[in-house]
Structure formats: C-alpha cells, structure tokens
C-alpha cells in the first residue's frame, strides 16, 4: 500500500526544487560577479541532483511528480524581471534569491510537518532540499 504522505511530500519537494531551478535560471544572464556566478551554478547542480533523486522515487511510486503551480512561477518570474529592470545588480539578484529561499524553506518545512507520515527517505530528501535553501540564503548575504 502507497503511502500518500509520502508520495504527497515527495511531490511538494519536486515542485520546489524545480522552482528554484527555474528561479537561478532567470537570474543568471543578470550576474556579473564570477564568485556570484559560481554559487548558483554548483546550487544549480546540487539542485539538479536532487531533482533526479526525487524522480527516482517517484518512478518507484509510479509517480510523474509536480510541476510548480502556473501562478506562483507567473508572478516569480514577473517580481525577478521588474526587480531586475530597475536595477540590475548582483544585490538584487542576491535579495531575489534571499527571498525564494525564505519562501522554499517556509513551504517545505510546513509540508514536513502536514505530512507527518511521510517514510523517512522522502523526508531526508526535503530535508537536504531545506539545508540547500538555507545554505543559498546565507551565501547571498555578502551579495546584498
């Protein structure tokens, strides 16, 4: 028998992880600081890592995932684009990362605690999705 919280928390994770591929994406061509840069290329890979580890169990739930919801990644890509139109600096792109990962953690950690039941390995990889946001977060503070 599947577990729903599981596969439920799992598909939060993989919903998250691509948002905030796709957010490290829109701001890379704005970035002029090579140290900047290579921040968000290694998160980029540790994100797409984890990305392809969620897909593996995901496929073992014969689960094809989450995207992120159409809205949230609509007025993403808006806030990123109007920020940086103004002003295209290596700050604003550092508060913009700032923010996506105060609003993955906040959503992760409440999707932790909706899915209690969730097995441990689904868990263990929010968990290291919750480590990457805050490990990001504080790397961009010497940005801002």
């Known amino acids: 028998m599947i577990n729903q919280d599981t596969v439920k928390l799992l598909r939060e994770c993989d919903s998250g992880v691509k948002m905030g591929i796709s957010a490290i994406d829109d701001v890379m061509a704005y970035v002029k600081s090579n140290t900047l840069k290579g921040i968000l ?27 992120p919801n159409p809205m ?48 441990s390995k689904s868990k263990s990889l929010a968990g290291k999705l919750v480590s990457s946001e805050e490990k990001l977060s504080s790397q961009m503070r010497q940005f801002l």
Do not use: P
């Open 41 to 67: 290329q290694d998160t980029m890979s540790e994100s797409q890592r984890l990305k392809d580890d969620l897909q593996i169990v995901l496929e073992n739930y014969h689960d094809q995932g989450k995207e």
């Open 72 to 119: 949230a990644k609509g007025m993403s890509w808006v806030k990123t684009n109007m920020k940086l139109k103004m002003d295209e600096s290596d700050s604003t792109v550092a508060e913009l990362m700032i923010d996506g990962c105060n609003m993955g953690i906040k959503s992760l950690s409440r999707y932790l605690n909706q899915y209690k039941n969730a097995d």
